[in-house]
Structure formats: structure tokens, C-alpha cells
């Protein structure tokens, strides 16, 4: 069944307050919910329910017979009739058997492990009858009861109130938070579990225990996760005024989870792998992302927990808010630049492709089967990018003041994007209105910019077109607003006064026209010569730009840019022109010399910053570049790729390459400095590049760097580089890791995805000899991603052989992920996502294989929608 946008109804019955009590147990638990009940519309109370054992209801006190209400199709209606009501309702689940790890499940093993919960999207359902939709808002009183010894830490969202001994052997604590919340926030923990605590006082006065919970394994482990969750909360306050509202802050890491991480209400639950950080088993990657992922975690308490979302379409209006600011607090921690670089990667890595193919849907949908397979790429990340843009159209201080608006004006309400632009419009008397249409319409957006210049006007002209490609139930697209941040460069690199036709002068060398329709000019005076234009500065825009620029001109912006972001951007554009040259058999035309020896004179230049030059050094992988294939075939893109590189090593000379990859080796360090960071990223890119060509020299360089590595960034690093240059030396080493890091389960991970990445035929064998390791099993998220995950979506060469044989042995495996756990299998099902752009053999070959597994009857509602779509291709 299918749920529509247009369909939104107010709730019948608002909740005013509601008690939980919980008897807990890894087997069974009892969980006892009374709801009070306000009625809004002049309808029957209806609850959802799913997998639940009802035991007992009870309207107004009194207990109902069967013929009293009515349970089918996981809904629970009572009919009543006054506007007011109690109802209370006692079921009985099953943690140890829900493998799905949505509700209340166990993490880990049976003697060890302990219990938790996962409600957002729609978890809360598996737990308690309940309107589990986030427009239904509620105070909460929560308490747990359970064996004192098995579940000595009892935890739920809110304020303690209360804890003791039931004289059993049980205890009990209790719970109640204040802020009127929607079900998915509810959160529980109960069990073993350690923890480090820190104090903190808000910039309003509010004095709150920090407190981070871990298994007593890696629970040294979480140092880093309190310095940035102190770090987000003072962001908070300075950035946007928000400061935090309760007593307690708790978070906690688990190994077993679907997800990133959760922000339940003063309960912030993490996937392990964005949590836990140290300088033996996390790379200098893995220490971003937990800063970051714990930053999005925190904000979420005003973006989503004080203002959320009316209804699941509007999700982005949480997450793609609170993505925008979680970048824009790591540009803040970090360098701006470098993690902007970062964040378009990620979206031309993952959110372009989704848009250009069967799963392409707006930020803002307007239909989903299953919501969980709505939390994606464009939601997240083209949902932030328009955030930012909306910031970049009313300035800094404009958007601060439309924030402060949005979250005084909605507090404690569940909003709409509407309510979202209305707020930041009103705050500044504008209207945001057309922006909109960015929020409706699904596909990316080709942005055409065709300069002239006129020597005797002295007049440059630029021309700006828009089309967007039809998708899946778009057929025809409409212009949306594009704003295009631009400098105009002259032949010696510098930035341009600019002075638009009908100005009086020139007001600054950077500024930003928006094309609003299909096509429009923009004509600068006062130019001596062809100007070179640098376009979409910073991204201005999560648009495809299509201008034909010569060689030179992108080597020009190259050297000169000053905006960061489009400087590496230049780099990549003419990567791709050297692409398309080894593509087309031409590895010494003019394209790669350009690019390679742009790259070989900033090389030298001793002025750039290690991390950007690695960047500048790392063209478009292969991923992005299948886009510039007509007929993708995985192995030619590779071997061009691999060709493009050996040019750019060749250029750069092979002794200066040693001779800065030796400085860098000598300078090793764990250090977690930004310069240190930056050496072993520079460092990384430089053995690469000396593996490719020279894999003798490789081998050793690789070998003795895995040896004498400081921390995992270096060893990892070392270990890939010998993997995929001289496979025979590195299953030493590749055993040592294994043993090494036994029992770790997080290294354990990049150990199976590093393998899974390994290029070539060979690839499948390699996987499927995994699954066999001791350590592997379909039951963990983070395993699957790690092995199958990976290798399906990030080893083109492995995952898309010829014969098809990867692709049927997925299909195999997603089965069986799937009566464990549809979420993940819905997950890595994504990647049959382009086979439709496949070169003929391979398509057939992947085509069979989904139209087999969309015909199947007995699959999970999560994968059946991803199949279904897929299958249209
Ligand atoms: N709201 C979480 C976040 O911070 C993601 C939860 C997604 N859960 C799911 N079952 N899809 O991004
Ligand atoms: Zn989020």
C-alpha cells in the first residue's frame, strides 16, 4: 500500500500524556502503556501495533472483552464516546528474536549483551499500541523495572525521577521528560554497561551531566565523542542561541545497529563505528566522522526533537537541516574548504547517481510503500544543500535571524518545509516561495554557462541554461532558482571587478546572479580581455554544470582560484578531460598533459597545504566517472583511470615522489593535529602513486610502512596499497591484522571491507572465502556493509564481472539478510541501482537477476520497494 503526501490528515486522538511501564527481560518483556487521550476529530481511537501480544486494555479503568474493540491489518481501534479518555494497554514482546533491530531488541550475545531500542522511523509500533506518527506529541513518564544484577544500568529520555530496589532482586528507575515528544524519539537502555561522565553548564545556566556509555570492552574509547559532544553543545549556543533543555545527556554505543546514529530525546543511541575513536583502530576519517556524527546527533535536539516533522515527508526538514549544520560546524572545526570538498564529493558519490536512476525521488517525496527506504542521499544530502542555499540567499545574519524565528515560532510543534521557508521569509520579508520547487522535484539539474566575450563592447556575456532529465513519474521539469556564485579571472589569475550591465560601478570580484527561468544572460562591462569564469563558487548549487572550458583556462583556475572549493573543482574538471582522453586511447594528448603538469607545478609549490594537495592529487573516482561512459564498462574505466594516474606520477617524476613520501615518513606521527592529519593523507596519495609505477618499489615502500605505522591511518593505508600491488606479499600482514585486532570488531570491519575492495575477477572468490571466516555473519549491520556492502557498491571491477556471477550471488545473500533484518537488506540491495546504464552483457546479466528477486512473494516490504523500483530501471 501506498501513502501519500496528499493525503494528510490531521491525527483524530492527541495523546496528553502518557506512562510507560516496563517489566524487562531478553526474552520476554512486558511493557504496560496508559494513554491519555484527547479527542480532535469525530473518529475511533486508533492505535498501531505490530508484533505485538496483547494482554490486557483497559478503557477508563474498566477492562474490554473481545467484542470491545477491534485488532487487524497491525492497527488497534477502540470505539468512545466522550472527548476524553485513559486507555491502557499490556503486551508482551520479544527482544532476542527481533533480528530487524527495530523496537526493543538485545545487542549482543544472550549473557552479555544488552537491551535497547530503535523507533524512528515507525519502531515504536513494535513496543506498544500507540498513534505512532511524529505529529502526535506527548509528555513522557517512563519506568523500567528489571534484575538488578543482569541490568544494573536502567536508562530511558528525560530527567531522572526517581530509582530503588524492588526487594526481588529487581530495581526499578524512572523517567520523565518534559518536552512534548513524537514516539520515534523514545529511547530505553538497560544493562550492563560503563560510562564516563563530564559536567556542563550551559551558556543559559543549566548545569547537565554528560554521560557516555559504552560496553566495559571499548568504553576507554568514547574520550573523543565527549570532546566533540561538549565541542557541538558550545557550537550550538554560539552559532544559533540553542542551548540544551534537560538535566541528563546520555549517549550510548552499539555494535548492533541499522543506522548511523539515533537522537532520541536525551538519549542519543549510536552505531559503534561513529562513537568510539582511538588512535590503534580508527583512521583520521573515522575520527571526522564521529565528531560529526556526534555533532548532527546534538543538534537534532532543536532541529527535529523541539521542532520535528508533521509527517515523513518531510524528513529532510529535520535531516537536511541539521546535516547543513553539522557541515557547517566541522567547516568551523576544521578546514572550511577541505570539508566542503568533502561533502560534494559525497554528494556526486552517492546522491548523483540515486538522482540519475530508478530511485531518483525528491527531497521532499510525495509517495513512499516503506519510509525506512526514504532515508537517503537526497533526503540527507541534496536536502542539506538546499538549506545552504537558502542561507547563502539571505546571508549570514538574515538566516541566523529566520533560524530564530523557525525555532520560536514552531517550538514544540511538528512542521512542514513550508512552515521552514515561511519562517525564514518572514524573518527577512522575503519570499522563499520558489525555492520551493527544489523541495518537489527529483533529478539534478544541468546547469549550461556559455561565455562570449565582446572585444569591442568590451562586454563579456554569460549565458545560463537550466533543463533538468525526466525521472520516474517527472516527466516534464520546471526552471527552479540556481544561484551561480562567479569570479571573472584574467589571463595572469586575477579576480575581476564586476560590473553588471545597468550598474553605475563595480561592486566586489566575487558575486551571485540567480537564473531564475530556463535561460538568462548576465553581461559584465568593463573587460579588457576574454575573461575565464569561475563558476558555482563553493557549490553554490547541487547542479551538474556543463561548460566547455579549454585545458588551460581549468589549469588557469587551478593555480589562481582563491575560493578553495572551486580550485579543487578545476582540478576535477580537467581530470575528467585527461579521462576522456585515456578513455579514447590518447594517454599523452594535450588534456592529461594539462592536468598532470598543472599538478606537477603545484607539487612543488611549497605553499599548498598537504591535505588539499592530496586532494588535488585524487582525481574523480570510479564511480563518478562511469557517468562520463557512455556504456559502462567497469573495467575500461580502471584501466583509463589507472593510465591518467601513471601520467600524473610520470609528470611529477618519480624522485620527487620518493623524496617527499620520505620526508613525510620520517615526520610519522599518531599525532591527531591537523598537520599530521594532512601528512599521512598526502602521504597516502603519494605511495599510491609510486605503487602504480613502480610495484616493486611499491611492495617495499608498503610493507615496512605497515610495519613501522604509528596508528591505523598509516597501517590501513599501507596494508590497501600492498593488497592491491602485490597481493602474494600482503597476506602476511593481512593475517597479522586479523590476529591483531581479534575481538575488535570495528577494525574487524576494515579488515573485511579492505579486502572487499580488492579490483578484479579475483574479487568474489576473495568475499566469499570471507564469509567463511569465523568472525562474519549476516547478522551484524556493520559486517554486512562492511564485506557485502562494500564490495557491491564500491568494487565496480569485482561486483560488475562480466558473467554475472557477483550478481546472482548477491541476490542469494539478499535473501537471507532479509528474513534477518529488511533494513539492511533494502540497504545493500541499492546497489543494482544503475544497471540499466550497463554495457549489454553485464545489463542482461543484472537485469535478469532483479526481475527474478522483484517477482519473489516472500520478501520483506522494504526490499520488495527497492526491487520494484529498481527493476523499472
Ligand atoms: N534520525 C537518524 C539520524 O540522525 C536516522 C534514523 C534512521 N532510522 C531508520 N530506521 N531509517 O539521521
Ligand atoms: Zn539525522
Redesign the pocket.
Known amino acids: 500500500s501506498v501513502i501519500r503526501l496528499a493525503d494528510y490528515r490531521p491525527p483524530a486522538w492527541a495523546v496528553a500524556h502518557v506512562a510507560l511501564e516496563f517489566d524487562l527481560g531478553i526474552d520476554r518483556t512486558e511493557v504496560l502503556a496508559t494513554l491519555e487521550l484527547v479527542r480532535q476529530a469525530d473518529e475511533p481511537i486508533r492505535l498501531d501495533g505490530e508484533g505485538l501480544e496483547l494482554l490486557e486494555l483497559h478503557l477508563d479503568g474498566r477492562r474490554l472483552g473481545e467484542g470491545e474493540y477491534i485488532l487487524a491489518n497491525g492497527v488497534l481501534e477502540v470505539g468512545v464516546d466522550g472527548d476524553r479518555c485513559t486507555l491502557a494497554t499490556r503486551v508482551a514482546v520479544r527482544p532476542a528474536e527481533n533480528t530487524a533491530f527495530e523496537g526493543l531488541y538485545l545487542s549482543g550475545s544472550r549473557d552479555a549483551g544488552f537491551l535497547l531500542t ?1 523507533c ?2 515507525e519502531g515504536f509500533r513494535h513496543i506498544t499500541f500507540y498513534p505512532d506518527r511524529p505529529d502526535v506529541l506527548s509528555t513522557f513518564t517512563v519506568t523500567l523495572r528489571a534484575d538488578k544484577a543482569r541490568f544494573p544500568v536502567l536508562l530511558a529520555g528525560g530527567n531522572p525521577d526517581g530509582a530503588g530496589d524492588l526487594g526481588d532482586g529487581r530495581h526499578w528507575a524512572r523517567f520523565v521528560d518534559p518536552h512534548p515528544k513524537p514516539s520515534y524519539l523514545f529511547a530505553l537502555v538497560a544493562g550492563r554497561l560503563e560510562r564516563i561522565s563530564r559536567d556542563y553548564t550551559t551558556a543559559d545556566g543549566r548545569a547537565v551531566a554528560l554521560h557516555i556509555w559504552a560496553e566495559a570492552d571499548v568504553i576507554d574509547r568514547c574520550d573523543y565523542a565527549m570532546d566533540s559532544l561538549e565541542r557541538s553543545m558550545r557550537w550550538d549556543e554560539q552559532a544559533y542561541g540553542r542551548n540544551y533543555d534537560l538535566d541528563v545527556f546520555h549517549v550510548v554505543a552499539t555494535h548492533d545497529f ?6 532520541n530525546k536525551g538519549l542519543n543511541i549510536f552505531n559503534a563505528k561513529y562513537l568510539l575513536a582511538d588512535p590503534d583502530s580508527s583512521t583520521d576519517d573515522e575520527y571526522r566522522h564521529v565528531e560529526a556524527v556526534v555533532a ?2 546534538y543538534f ?1 535536539n532543536w532541529s527535529g526533537n523541539r521542532v520535528t516533522c508533521r509527517d515523513w515527508f518531510q524528513l529532510s526538514l529535520k ?1 537536511g537541516l541539521t546535516v547543513f549544520r553539522e557541515q557547517s560546524f566541522s567547516a568551523d572545526m576544521n578546514s572550511a574548504p577541505l570539508k566542503r570538498i568533502e561533502d560534494v564529493s559525497l554528494l556526486r558519490r552517492a546522491q548523483f547517481p540515486e538522482d540519475a536512476g530508478p530511485l531518483s525521488h525528491p527531497v521532499r517525496p510525495s509517495q513512499y510503500s516503506e519510509i ?1 527506504n526514504f ?1 537517503t542521499a537526497t533526503v540527507y544530502e541534496k536536502g542539506a544543500e538546499l538549506v545552504r542555499m537558502l542561507a547563502g540567499h539571505l546571508g549570514h545574519q538574515g538566516f541566523r535571524k529566520g533560524m530564530d524565528l523557525y525555532f520560536e515560532r514552531h517550538d514544540g510543534q511538528a512542521a512542514t518545509i513550508e512552515d521552514y521557508l515561511g519562517a525564514l521569509g518572514d524573518a527577512n520579508g522575503v519570499d522563499l516561495a520558489p525555492y520551493l520547487a527544489w523541495y518537489g522535484q527529483a533529478g539534478t539539474p544541468r546547469l549550461s554557462a556559455e561565455g562570449r566575450y565582446d572585444e569591442g563592447k568590451r562586454r563579456y556575456r554569460l549565458l545560463l541554461r537550466q533543463r533538468t532529465p525526466a525521472s520516474a513519474g517527472q516527466p516534464n521539469k520546471q526552471p527552479l532558482p540556481v544561484p551561480v556564485r562567479l569570479s571573472l579571472f584574467d589571463a595572469s589569475g586575477r579576480a575581476l571587478p564586476l560590473r553588471l550591465e545597468g550598474e553605475t560601478q563595480a561592486s566586489a570580484v566575487e558575486r551571485t546572479v540567480v537564473l531564475t527561468g530556463a535561460e538568462q544572460a548576465f553581461v559584465f562591462e568593463d573587460i579588457d580581455a576574454a575573461p575565464v569564469p569561475s563558476l558555482l563558487r563553493g557549490f553554490s548549487a547541487p547542479v551538474i554544470l556543463e561548460c566547455e572550458y579549454a585545458p588551460r583556462e581549468l589549469a588557469l583556475l587551478l593555480r589562481h582560484d582563491a575560493d578553495g572549493f572551486n580550485r579543487w573543482d578545476a582540478g576535477q574538471q580537467l581530470a575528467g578531460l585527461a579521462y576522456d582522453a585515456c578513455r579514447d586511447g590518447e594517454p599523452a594528448g594535450a588534456a592529461v598533459a594539462a592536468w598532470a603538469d598543472a599538478l606537477a607545478g603545484l607539487f612543488s609549490d611549497a605553499g599548498i597545504d598537504d591535505a588539499l594537495l592530496a586532494e588535488l592529487l585524487t582525481p574523480p573516482g570510479e564511480i563518478e566517472l562511469v557517468e562520463r561512459q557512455p556504456e559502462r564498462d567497469p573495467e575500461r574505466i580502471r584501466a583509463a583511470r589507472q593510465a591518467m594516474l601513471r601520467a600524473l606520477a610520470s609528470a611529477i617524476g618519480t624522485d620527487a615522489l620518493r623524496t617527499r613520501y620520505d620526508s613525510l615518513r620520517a615526520q610519522a606521527s599518531a599525532g591527531l593535529d591537523a598537520a599530521s592529519q594532512a601528512r599521512r593523507q598526502l602521504k597516502r596519495r603519494l605511495l599510491d602513486l609510486l605503487a602504480l609505477v613502480d610495484a616493486n618499489e611499491g611492495k617495499a615502500l608498503a610493507a615496512a610502512q605497515y610495519d613501522a605505522a604509528p596508528g591505523m591511518t598509516d597501517r590501513l593505508a599501507a596494508l590497501a596499497t600492498l593488497a592491491v600491488t602485490a597481493p602474494a606479499a600482503a597476506e602476511a600482514p593481512l593475517a597479522h591484522f586479523r590476529e591483531r585486532y581479534d575481538g575488535n570488531a570495528l577494525a574487524l570491519d576494515k579488515w573485511f571491507a579492505l579486502q572487499a575492495q580488492l579490483p578484479g575477477d579475483g574479487a568474489l572468490a576473495r568475499v566469499q572465502a570471507l564469509e567463511r571466516d569465523d568472525a562474519f555473519t549476516l547478522k551484524n549491520p556493520n559486517r554486512v556493509q562492511a564485506l557485502l556492502g562494500t564490495f557491491a557498491r564500491t568494487n565496480p571491477t569485482g561486483f560488475h564481472r562480466a558473467d554475472g556471477a557477483a550478481y546472482r550471488w548477491l541476490a542469494d545473500r539478499l535473501v537471507a539478510i532479509d528474513a534477518l533484518n529488511p ?1 539492511v537488506a533494502a540497504r545493500v540491495a541499492t546497489a543494482f541501482n544503475g544497471w540499466k546504464r550497463l554495457e549489454p552483457a553485464r545489463r542482461e546479466a543484472a537485469h535478469a537477476v532483479v526481475a527474478e528477486l522483484a517477482g519473489r512473494k516472500d520478501l520483506s516490504r522494504d526490499l520488495t520497494d527497492i526491487l520494484a523500483r529498481v527493476a523499472l530501471g
Open positions: 530503535q524512528e522511523a541499522n543506522m548511523g546514529a539515533m537522537e548532527h546527533e537534532h535531516e525506512n532515508y533494513q
